[in-house]
């Protein structure tokens, strides 16, 4: 355990820019994922017609 927590500190940048990445790539895809599902106004302006 003592040789990964060294290894973890000798390359702290990488898994700080690797943490980075991630958090970015995962906004980014949850922010897709809401602008294509999410229904535009007038759409949902009809279907609260609807009912």
Aim: charged share 15%; aromatic share 16%; net charge positive.
């Amino acid at each position: 355990m003592g040789e990964f927590i060294a290894f973890v500190k000798r390359h702290w940048k990488a898994y700080l820019v690797g943490a980075i990445v991630a958090l970015t790539i995962g906004f980014a895809a949850a922010y897709f994922v809401y602008s294509v599902g999410t229904t535009k106004g007038s759409e949902a302006q009809a279907a609260v017609r609807v009912l």
